[in-house]
């Protein structure tokens, strides 16, 4: 006689079977370029930085998450808390570390680094600005050496997310993200934390960003320059875009 359990087992057998069946061949496709060199760049990271044992808890959710967009028809899917359980400092913590994954995703780009190029900066601003619902800026970094090479779009937690890049003429380069933030539970203490627009910098993650929020949108400049250069940069930033 077959049992409620022998019955479930069977059941379950039969549905990992069809599924296994149905993403064939989308489980038989090799592990695309740009998700190989991703890890291998965080390797690196990880080795120059000495990170301890969070340095590859980091790693390996950037390539889960990006693994997991590649496998959902390239859309970026993030590992996130559940919005109404995050704090306002919570949400900007992710952010930023959203702003690093981009980064490092894109920064090795040679052919692609951008998805609209400057020299169709009208457009890009535009389009950008429509698709995240707010008046965009882009920066004068020129006085700095870094020129913009153009912009891209990408998915966000509450709607779309911009990307900005620049590059110096020694190759460095520096992405400018933005955004609006997830709304998110606030106690009197995190909502007077972040009432104020100040920078804070972000060192513990996949690349150096300092960021800040105003008025629910972020920003955040990442890049591997020295904390006094990207001081620098995101000052600019700041007092142009508004």
Do not use: C
Request: aromatic residues 10%.
């Amino acid at each position: 006689m077959t049992s409620p359990h022998d019955t479930v087992k069977t059941a379950d057998d039969a549905l990992d079977a069809a599924l296994r069946g149905m993403y064939r061949e989308v489980l038989a496709e090799p592990v695309p370029p740009a998700l190989q060199d991703v890890a291998h760049r965080l390797d690196k990271l990880r080795r120059q930085k000495k990170q301890s044992w969070r340095g590859g808890a980091i790693a390996a959710g950037i390539l889960l998450a990006f693994g997991t967009g590649w496998f959902s028809n390239g859309q970026l899917s993030l590992h996130r808390q559940s919005p109404g359980l995050m704090t306002q400092g919570d949400v900007a913590h992710e952010f930023v570390r959203q702003a690093g994954f981009a980064y490092a995703v894109y920064l090795p780009e040679k052919r692609h680094p951008v998805e609209v190029a400057a020299s169709e900066q009208e457009h890009l601003v535009q389009w950008l600005s429509k698709r995240l619902g707010k008046p965009l800026k882009i920066p004068l970094l020129e006085a700095q050496g870094f020129a913009l090479m153009g912009g891209r779009l990408l998915p966000g937690e509450s709607g779309a997310r911009a990307q900005f890049m620049f590059q110096n003429q020694q190759g460095q380069r520096v992405t400018l993200y933005l955004g609006a933030l997830a709304k998110a539970t606030t106690d009197k203490a995190s909502a007077a934390q972040m009432a104020d627009t100040q920078f804070r910098f972000e060192s513990d993650g996949t690349v150096p960003s300092f960021y800040w929020v105003d008025q629910g949108f972020g920003y955040a400049l990442s890049g591997q320059v020295d904390k006094a250069t990207l001081m620098a940069l995101s000052t600019l930033v700041y007092h142009q875009i508004q």
